[in-house]
T-cell receptor, first 113, second 116 residues
Framework: NAGVMQNPRHLVRRRGQEARLRCSPM?????VYWYRQLPEEGLKFMVY????????ESGMPKERFSAEFPKEGPSILRIQQVVRGDSAAYFC???????????FGNGTRLTVT | GDSVTQMEGPVTLSEEAFLTINCTYT??????LFWYVQYPGEGLQLLLK?????DKGSNKGFEATYRKETTSFHLEKGSVQVSDSAVYFC???????????????FGQGTTLQVKP
C-alpha cells in the first residue's frame, strides 16, 4: 500500500509565477490536510479537504492560495503569483476518517527566486 | 489560542545516553497530544500519542506522559541510538471538542543529534 505521494519533491519558481503542488492520499483515505513548514519553524495547518469539499481553510492565506480535492485525481494546492515568502516545505497528510492518525507525504520544497 | 512550546535544539547526545525533550502546551479544552519524528528529507511520522490526562504513549523505546497539572508532554528515551537522530515535533489537536485530530498545532521542532 503506497504511502502519501507528493510531487514534485522540489519546485523552483520565479516571483510572479504559479506553483501547483500535488498530493495523492493513501488508498482508501478521503481526508486530506495541507501544512506549510517555514525554515526553522514547525508545521502550520493550512487547509482540510474531503472529496470535492473544503472543510476548513482557516490556515490558508486569503489571497493567491487555493486548494481542491476533486472526485477523481490528486489534491492540488495552488499558489498564484508566488513571492519569496512562499518558499517553504509543503506537506500533505491523509487519513481514512476524521479522527484517525495522519499519514504524511515527504513534502514539496518550493523555492521562489 | 492554543500553542505548543518545545525546548530549543539542537540536542547533542552520545549513544546510549538518556534523552528528554521538553514540551509544554496551552489549550482551552482537553486536547490530544502527539510526538512526531521527521528524518532528513522525509515527511513526519507519528511516534506516539496520548488522548487524555495521565495516559502514557510509548513506541520504539520512546515514551511520554500526558500531565494536565503541568500542561506537559515531555518525550523520553532511556538509551538513544545514532539512528534516532532526527527532528522531533510535539503537537496537539482537538482541544475545542471538535474531535478532529487531523488539525494539529505543532511546536517548532527539536533537532536531536546522536554521536557514536
Amino acid at each position: 500500500n503506497a504511502g502519501v505521494m507528493q510531487n514534485p519533491r522540489h519546485l523552483v519558481r520565479r516571483r510572479g509565477q504559479e506553483a501547483r503542488l500535488r498530493c495523492s492520499p493513501m488508498k482508501g483515505h478521503s481526508h486530506v490536510y495541507w501544512y506549510r513548514q517555514l525554515p526553522e519553524e514547525g508545521l502550520k495547518f493550512m487547509v482540510y479537504l474531503q472529496k470535492e469539499n473544503i472543510i476548513d481553510e482557516s490556515g490558508m492565506p486569503k489571497e493567491r492560495f487555493s486548494a481542491e480535492f476533486p472526485k477523481e485525481g490528486p489534491s492540488i494546492l495552488r499558489i498564484q503569483q508566488v513571492v519569496r515568502g512562499d518558499s517553504a516545505a509543503y506537506f500533505c497528510a491523509s487519513s481514512p476518517q476524521e479522527n484517525s492518525p495522519l499519514h504524511f507525504g515527504n513534502g514539496t520544497r518550493l523555492t521562489v527566486t | 489560542g492554543d500553542s505548543v512550546t518545545q525546548m530549543e535544539g539542537p540536542v547533542t547526545l552520545s549513544e546510549e545516553a538518556f534523552l528528554t525533550i521538553n514540551c509544554t502546551y496551552t489549550a482551552t479544552g482537553y486536547p490530544s497530544l502527539f510526538w512526531y519524528v521527521q528524518y532528513p528529507g522525509e515527511g513526519l511520522q507519528l511516534l506516539l500519542k496520548a488522548t487524555k490526562a495521565d495516559d502514557k504513549g510509548s513506541n520504539k523505546g520512546f515514551e511520554a506522559t500526558y500531565r494536565k497539572e503541568t500542561t506537559s508532554f515531555h518525550l523520553e528515551k532511556g538509551s538513544v541510538q545514532v539512528s534516532d537522530s532526527a527532528v522531533y515535533f510535539c503537537a496537539l489537536s482537538g482541544s475545542h471538542g471538535s474531535g478532529n485530530t487531523g488539525k494539529l498545532i505543532f511546536g517548532q521542532g527539536t533537532t536531536l543529534q546522536v554521536k557514536p
